[in-house]
């Protein structure tokens, strides 16, 4: 690269932009971005065409989304923040706690934007390396806590690897966190999940813990990832200040309007989430029949550690027709899309088989 024109951060210059899941063309389908394969309901789309007013600034606070879900989750307006998108929300919580010298722990491999929101916030990531099926080691995590630990991400189900964090899990493992400390308990996917085991962020915020924020999202479950719309839930003194550090009027007016509508026709919505967690499972067990040990998947993917040869297998399913994520030394991820796709996947997966 060549040099600067002016002086930037050394560790921004060297933090590789976030990667995207790669797109798909007409022939082939998109199974890298752990989107909804569904097209949107009808009476979401119409809701979003009838927001006509684009010359309008939209409503900063996103008020009529914040109250819908302060009600849904028994809380204040002001204990709900609106972002454009999840990551967004992470950004913000990261810059209003944390800064150069402080640190950011979470389970690696985990979602990949969390190493840079720690940088960009000046700070330094903290990792500590998932168990052996995929999942948090969250005795080793509350290990790593030290005077300098300002944030905790606590990703359930596990981006990219697919396994749960338990509500005994995390009971015991918010015991150990000094209360001064903010843990983000980060629920992207928890509307696919099955497993009755699971935390859940309503019970941890009932249960008074003051410290743990609860980070959802309307871009998975709810297909809405174009329009770029999620939401925390906690201490409203915690996403005050988030807000503080985001970049205002970010949540569009069509955004909040889709996200309404959805919950309108939640019901439709959720039958659809259980087809896909079926498919999902349907997947993992014909992966592992194949021969691969595929950890235990609770959100809308799966996971085949695929190690060393993650980026030769990732080439073999696109030239299959299949653009699935690989992770450079890791594995590979493959989002639960249509149904049509799964027997192709098997049989590229099959060929690879340990």
Known sequence: MSELPVRIRPEIAALPAYKQGKQAGSDAFKLSSNENPFDPLPGVVAAVQSATDIHRYPDASAALLRARLAERFGVIDDAVHI???????????????????????????????????????????????????????????????????????????????????????????????????LVVLDEAYTEFVTDPESVHGEQVLAAGHRNVVVLRTFSKAYGLAGLRVGYAVGDPGILSAARSTGIPLS??????????????????????????????DALAARLREAGWDVPVAQGNFVWLPAGARALEIGAAFEQAGLIVRPFAGDGVRISVGEAEALDAIVAVAASFAP
């Open 83 to 181: 972002g454009a998108g999840s990551v967004s929300i992470l950004f913000q919580l990261a810059q209003a706690t944390s800064g150069p010298g402080d640190e950011v722990l979470f389970s690696w491999r985990s979602f990949e934007a969390y190493p840079g929101l720690a940088v960009v916030a000046g700070a330094t990531a903290v990792t500590v390396p998932n168990t052996v099926d995929g999942g948090h080691d969250l005795d080793a995590m509350a290990g790593a806590i030290t005077d300098r630990t300002r944030m905790i991400i606590v990703c359930t189900p596990n981006n990219p690897t697919g396994p749960i964090v338990t509500q005994a899990g995390f009971d015991a493992f918010i015991a150990r966190v000094p209360h001064n400390i």
């Open 251 to 280: 949540v569009t007016a069509a955004a909040e309007t889709a996200a309404l509508a959805s919950l309108d026709a939640e019901a439709e919505l959720l039958a659809r989430v259980a087809v896909i967690a079926e498919r999902r």
